[in-house]
C-alpha cells in the first residue's frame, strides 16, 4: 500500500490521528521538501523531530527523488507499506496527482489522507472559499525570465468579482544556471518568495500589460505562517502592504474581489488603517 499523508500547516503535531495511525505501520516513510515546508523546515533536526513523534526513520524526498526516482519508491510499496508525507494536503501540487496515477497504473493500491492546505486555510480572513476564482503562481523573475501568465488569470478573477489565492515561489535545492550550463549541479540556497517582492512583481507586470487587473490601491490580503501559532495575517492596500513586516516565511497573498457585507465585517479585524508601521508590528489578529 502506498499512503500519501498530509501533514498540515504548521508543524509535526497537525498531522491526524488517522493518519499517524497510517505512518506508524510504515516499513518505510518519505516526506515531501520542495512544494511546501513545515515551521521547522527540512534540515536535520526538522527529519528528528518527525521521527520522534512518528516513531519511524524518515526520508527527505526533495524534487530530484520524486520526480526521477518516483518508480523506486513505488516498487517499495509493491510489497510494504510506504507513506508519502506531503506538508498541508496530498493535492495541493501536481506532483502529487502524477505520483497516484503512476502508482495506479503499477496496481499499486493507494489510500489518501487528507489534512489542511493554504487553499482552505486562507478563509481565516473572512473572505469566503467559494468566493475564490483560480488561484496563480507567482515566480521569482530572473533579469533573462520575467513569465506573466498569472496576469490573465488576476484580470478574469477580477472581472467576475472574485478573489484570487496568489502562491508565492519557494525555491528548495534548485540547481544554479552556471553550474547547469558546466554540466554539474551546484545547488542555489533555499529561496522563499515575501509579499514585498510578489506585490513589486505583480505591479511591474500591470504596467506592462495595463488592463488595470489591480492597482497598487488595490485591497489585499497578506498571510506569514497560515496555520502556525505566530500566523500573521494582515488585509489594506498593495501599496500598504508594502510597509508592513511579515517576519519569516511561508508567505501568501490574497487579491480582493468583490465583498460580501459579511466578509467586510470580518476582513475589518485584520484590516490596517490609521495605525502606524510601528503600531501594526504589535497587533497580532488570531480568531
Known amino acids: 500500500m502506498l499512503y500519501i499523508i498530509g501533514l498540515g500547516l504548521a508543524d509535526e503535531k497537525d498531522i491526524t490521528l488517522r493518519g499517524l495511525e497510517a505512518v506508524k505501520k510504515c516499513e518505510k516513510v518519505y516526506v515531501e521538501a520542495y512544494t511546501s515546508l513545515l515551521s521547522f523546515g527540512v534540515s536535520s533536526d526538522g527529519l528528528s523531530t518527525l521521527e520522534e513523534l512518528y516513531g519511524r526513520p524518515v526520508t527527505l524526498a526533495d524534487r530530484e527523488m520524486v520526480e526521477e526516482k518516483a518508480d523506486d519508491i513505488l516498487s517499495e510499496a509493491r510489497g510494504s507499506d510506504v507513506a508519502f508525507l506531503v506538508v498541508g494536503d496530498?493535492?495541493?501540487?501536481?506532483?502529487?496527482?502524477d505520483l497516484v496515477v503512476r502508482a495506479k497504473k503499477f496496481g499499486i493500491r493507494v489510500e489518501v489522507i487528507h489534512n489542511a492546505s493554504v487553499m482552505n486555510a486562507?478563509?481565516?480572513?473572512?473572505?469566503?472559499?467559494?468566493?475564490?476564482?483560480?488561484?496563480?503562481?507567482?515566480p521569482f523573475f530572473t533579469e533573462t525570465w520575467r513569465p506573466d501568465s498569472f496576469y490573465e488569470k488576476i484580470l478574469r478573477n477580477r472581472q467576475l468579482g472574485l478573489h484570487t489565492l496568489c502562491l508565492l515561489d519557494i525555491r528548495v535545492k534548485e540547481p544554479s544556471l552556471e553550474s547547469l550550463c558546466r554540466g554539474r549541479k551546484?545547488?542555489?540556497?533555499?529561496?522563499?518568495?515575501?509579499?514585498?517582492t510578489a506585490i513589486e512583481q505583480l505591479l511591474e507586470v500591470?504596467?506592462?500589460?495595463?488592463?488595470?487587473?489591480?492597482?497598487?490601491?488595490?485591497?489585499?490580503?497578506?498571510?506569514?505562517?497560515?496555520?502556525?501559532?505566530?500566523?500573521?495575517?494582515?488585509?489594506?492596500?498593495?501599496?500598504?502592504?508594502?510597509?508592513?513586516?511579515?517576519?519569516?516565511?511561508?508567505?501568501?497573498?490574497?487579491?480582493?474581489?468583490?465583498?460580501?457585507?459579511?466578509?467586510?465585517?470580518?476582513?475589518?479585524?485584520?484590516?490596517?488603517?490609521?495605525?502606524t508601521v510601528e503600531e501594526e508590528m504589535g497587533l497580532h489578529c488570531s480568531l
Not at 498571510?223 to 501599496?239: E, K, P
Open 186 to 196: 551546484c545547488y542555489e540556497p533555499p529561496k522563499f518568495m515575501n509579499i514585498q
Open 90 to 97: 496530498p493535492f495541493g501540487a501536481t506532483t502529487h496527482t
Open 206 to 275: 500591470e504596467q506592462i500589460h495595463g488592463e488595470s487587473a489591480y492597482s497598487e490601491e488595490s485591497t489585499c490580503v497578506g498571510f506569514a505562517r497560515l496555520g502556525s501559532g505566530d500566523q500573521r495575517v494582515v488585509a489594506c492596500s498593495m501599496r500598504e502592504l508594502m510597509d508592513v513586516d511579515f517576519g519569516a516565511p511561508l508567505h501568501c497573498l490574497v487579491i480582493v474581489g468583490k465583498t460580501h457585507p459579511v466578509e467586510e465585517e470580518m476582513l475589518e479585524f485584520y484590516t490596517i488603517k490609521a495605525q
Open 122 to 138: 486562507v478563509g481565516v480572513c473572512g473572505l469566503q472559499l467559494y468566493r475564490y476564482g483560480e488561484t496563480v503562481s507567482i
